[in-house]
């Protein structure tokens, strides 16, 4: 069964809580219910098991010689703590999105958001928002896409000029 996938459209409660559809919960009911609430520099906010994101903060196996050499680790060590907490999904399936990370992503209370899938968790994003991060993945994949096609027929063009030779 494919974890994490699909979105939702969902309410945000006036308190700033979102409820999370059965689907969702099933995925996270597989890892436990304790999560980590990230804010992502493009707008939203990711809900990981607790598990994976301990994952993604301790791979660097040298981690404190790193801090130690470099300011754009550190810097990026800082976002991370500063803008991550742990939390527990309710009994009822919501999950709390703190006064802080709402205003960083745009969500408001008792608004609409979207509830995206990606695989190792969900990402909460403000409804417009996500419409805006779609059409430019979308766009995106299609430059990268006819990029790759004329790549491969310039590749072609230049097989056929060396077969004549």
């Not at 050499?69 to 009994?91: D, H, L, N, P, T």
Request: proline content about 3%.
């Amino acid at each position: 069964m494919l974890a994490f996938c699909g979105t939702d459209k969902c309410q945000m409660d006036a308190n700033g809580r979102v409820k999370l559809s059965p689907r969702v919960l099933e995925d996270f009911a597989r890892s436990g219910s304790d999560v980590v609430l990230h804010c992502l520099p493009e707008g939203a906010v990711a809900v990981y098991p607790e598990k994976v994101f301990e994952a993604m903060r301790h791979a660097e196996s040298n981690a404190a010689e790193r801090a130690g050499k470099s300011m754009v680790y550190r810097r990026e060590q800082r976002r991370f703590g500063a803008w991550s907490c742990s939390q527990r999904i309710s009994a009822q399936g919501r999950v709390t999105i703190p006064p802080e990370y709402r205003e960083f992503a745009g969500l408001a209370a008792a608004g609409s958001v979207v509830v995206a899938g990606v695989e190792i968790g969900v990402e909460i994003w403000d409804a417009a928002r996500w419409q805006e991060e779609q059409r430019k993945l979308m766009e995106h994949a299609r430059e990268k896409g006819e990029q790759e096609m004329n790549d491969d027929l310039q590749g072609h063009i230049s097989d056929r000029e060396e077969d004549r030779k």
